[in-house]
Antibody
Framework: EVQLVESGGGLVQPGGSLRLSCAAS????????MNWVRQAPGKGLEWVSF????????DYADSVKGRFTISRDNAKNSLYLQMNSLRDEDTAVYYC????????????WGQGTLVTVSS | EIVLTQSPGTLSLSPGERATLSCRAS???????LAWYQQKPGQAPRLLMF???SRATGIPDRFSGSGSGTDFTLTITRLEPEDFAVYYC??????????FGQGTKVEIK
């Protein structure tokens, strides 16, 4: 069974940092591109960042570019999101999501981890 | 940036009725790159359709997708109680790589 489990969320002050993790199981993690997607309270979905299966290609939404860094460790079946210079508007549930093999949709999602940026 | 606009914002229907959800793109989108998701309160999104018209694994055949260019539709032929949720369309493009529509809430009338 495919499972994605996020962790690392919590309360952080504006300007602070946080590192999210996503532990993958039930599939060959190194074969799949991965993403982070967030959802502010009561709002819609926003794509945040993408990384290819081997980590050679990475992209970010303009809203987080220069502040967030995506990475992965295929030996540990894990995806990460380092978030620096956090702002109030980064408050959201953060989901990791797997890209369909050879496709463009997100076929599996974690349960999400809540990041709250507040003083 | 391609903007996806979903309509209506809220759809009030009864179980057994047909639901028709629209997703309109600001520029032409390849059908290959268009997907639909369902999200229930407190849950992660669930992939329903990819490639505009292909059902994801385990999705019942009362769900269907269609469309091309700038106009796409998700149809639920007979609403079941578990279908009341928020639905999002998504497209793959460039800068940003993926965008989502703002969502359509299907609520019980």
């Amino acid at each position: 069974e495919v499972q994605l489990v996020e962790s690392g969320g919590g309360l952080v002050q504006p300007g602070g940092s946080l590192r999210l993790s996503c532990a993958a199981s039930g599939f060959t993690f190194s074969y799949y591109s991965m993403n982070w997607v967030r959802q502010a309270p009561g709002k819609g979905l926003e794509w945040v960042s993408f990384i290819t299966s081997g980590g050679s290609s990475i992209d970010y939404a303009d809203s987080v570019k220069g502040r967030f860094t995506i990475s992965r460790d295929n030996a540990k079946n894990s995806l990460y999101l380092q978030m620096n210079s956090l702002r109030d508007e980064d408050t959201a549930v953060y989901y990791c999501a797997r890209v369909v093999y050879g496709g463009y949709a997100f076929d599996y999602w974690g349960q999400g981890t809540l990041v709250t940026v507040s003083s | 940036e391609i903007v996806l606009t979903q309509s209506p914002g809220t759809l009030s229907l009864s179980p057994g009725e047909r639901a028709t959800l629209s997703c309109r793109a600001s520029q032409s989108v390849s059908s290959t790159y268009l997907a639909w998701y369902q999200q229930k309160p407190g849950q992660a999104p669930r992939l329903l359709m990819f490639g505009a018209s292909s059902r994801a694994t385990g999705i019942p055949d009362r769900f269907s997708g269609s469309g091309s260019g700038t106009d796409f539709t998700l149809t639920i032929t007979r609403l079941e109680p578990e279908d009341f949720a928020v639905y999002y369309c998504q497209q793959f493009g460039s800068s940003p790589l993926w965008t989502f529509g703002q969502g359509t809430k299907v609520e019980i009338k």
